[in-house]
């Protein structure tokens, strides 16, 4: 079992930055991907960033690339997301997940664990 609980998130002004955090706690195997989803008001949850455990790969939505960088820290179990040049259509519920993936690492059903998630507004 893997437990994940988000941290970070806020109000910020459209341009401004935020980073979020998630902390897992049980064991994280190195085939294990971590990756972070939204969920804007009225829409299905999205995938944002991903990063492999084992290689640190990583894989990013279009919609964040160049503006969003996913980290691990595999010694703290975390995994962070650095946000810049927030927009608002940014505004949503960011969640963690965790498993080991028989999907590709965009797809929701490829993860069992999740966090509670943590809202991010973005003023315009």
């Known amino acids: 079992q893997v437990q994940l609980v988000e941290s970070g998130g806020g109000l910020v002004q459209s341009g401004g930055s935020l980073r979020l955090s998630c902390a897992a706690s049980g064991t994280i195997y190195s085939s294990y991907v971590m990756a972070w989803f939204r969920q804007a008001p009225g829409k299905e949850r999205e995938f944002v960033a991903s990063v492999s455990w084992r290689n640190n790969k990583k894989s990013y939505a279009e919609s964040v690339k160049g503006r969003f960088t996913i980290s691990r820290d595999a010694a703290e179990n975390t995994v962070a997301l650095q946000m810049n040049a927030l927009k608002p259509e940014d505004t949503a519920v960011y969640y963690c997940?965790?498993?080991?993936?028989?999907?590709?690492?965009?797809?929701?059903?490829?993860?069992?664990?999740w966090g509670q998630g943590t809202q991010v507004t973005v003023s315009s």
């Open positions: 997940a965790a498993d080991d993936p028989d999907s590709p690492p965009g797809a929701i059903s490829a993860y069992d664990y």
